[in-house]
């Protein structure tokens, strides 16, 4: 069963492909009628072509411009029954909700077949969504195309600006709530901090922690000589100490002593470093980091200014980055 239905579907999408690029022809022949006969109207362009060839200038007036509208509506009653067709083949195909949703989703289609000066132009969206039809199904490639790269760049052009001044009005819009907002900081720190105050507090305490761990590791040699030099250092301001040393044996006594304070104060080192672990050492860290956070959540009108002001400064800043015309580069890279 797979097999035959597999060929059906291929043989489908040959023919919807077959069809797909004669309306392609038929729609871009149309459209170079629509473009020659706008020209033809125009009084310097006919008059000088009737003056450079007026036997053609004749041939086209007789048998194009002056049956035009016979001509464009050949073409429009193929484009109505290519309508009809798809409309047929997305209600048995079941493409959308309901069966009177293809007008609407292809509009344009609908549209353009009205033999209007006004609607006419549409068709150029039906050969564009043509083509996209095309590219999809693999039969061309419109982005190797000079004309696609030369539109895409433009629309990518035009794109940015158009997002950048509606970012930019956004962030102005924004900076002038938090001007006239009086308890921003306030709600600021209501809705959005506090709810997140013990996830905050955890957050703190396990960085805290790695980063003491990580470091003492890295650099415990470097601790423990910091610690036998600055016994050393203080044993040899001690008078007491200096006192020792002038007794017999006292030299070898002195420099026991200082062995055995600084190996120690190592180990005082290395047990508090390894106390970090210990779930006392981590409510502590997080009795600090909830102090900390308490008070930086304490609001007054001095914080609420300066909180308003950061804000503002922020928003600022990203409407300056925004300000940069990157675009701008692309083109000179090109």
Request: net charge neutral; charged share 25%; with cysteine.
């Amino acid at each position: 069963m797979s097999a035959p239905s597999t060929a059906g579907s291929r043989r489908r999408e040959r023919l919807y492909l077959v069809w797909d690029i004669a309306i392609v022809v038929l729609v871009s022949a149309n459209l170079l009628l629509l473009l020659v006969d706008s020209l033809f109207l125009l009084p310097p362009l006919n008059a000088g072509l009737e003056a450079l060839a007026p036997s053609l200038h004749q041939a086209y007036d007789s048998a194009i411009h002056q049956r035009f509208m016979t001509i464009d509506l050949v073409f429009v009653s193929i484009f109505l029954l290519d309508v009809l067709a798809g409309w047929a083949v997305a209600i048995a195909e079941r493409r959308y909700a309901r069966w009177f949703f293809y007008p609407f989703v292809h509009w344009y289609d609908v549209l353009g077949c009205i033999p209007i000066s006004g609607f006419r132009i549409l068709r150029v969206l039906r050969l564009i969504s043509l083509l996209i039809r095309l590219q999809r199904l693999g039969a061309i490639d419109i982005r190797r195309w000079g004309l696609y790269a030369f539109f895409e760049r433009y629309y990518r052009v035009l794109m940015e600006e158009l997002s950048d001044r509606v970012a930019t009005r956004l962030l102005s819009s924004l900076q002038e709530e938090v001007r006239r907002s009086d308890d921003f900081t306030k709600r600021l720190s209501e809705k959005v901090i506090q709810p997140r105050k013990e996830a905050l507090v955890d957050e703190i305490a396990k960085r805290l922690e790695t980063t003491v761990d990580k470091s003492y590791a890295e650099n415990h040699q470097e601790v423990h000589r910091y610690v036998a030099t600055l016994v050393t250092r203080t044993l040899e301001e001690n008078q007491e100490l200096s006192r020792l040393r002038r007794l017999p044996m006292g030299e070898h006594m002195a420099h026991a002593m200082e062995r055995s304070l600084s190996d120690v104060a190592s180990r005082v080192v290395h047990e508090a470093i390894d106390g970090l672990r210990s779930p006392r050492f981590k409510s502590l860290i997080g009795d600090l980091a909830g102090s900390g956070i308490d008070a930086w959540l304490y609001v007054d009108q001095r914080t609420d200014r300066v909180t308003e002001q950061v804000l503002i400064e922020t928003l600022e800043m990203l409407k300056d980055e925004i300000a940069v015309q990157r675009w701008r580069d692309e083109l000179d890279l090109r």
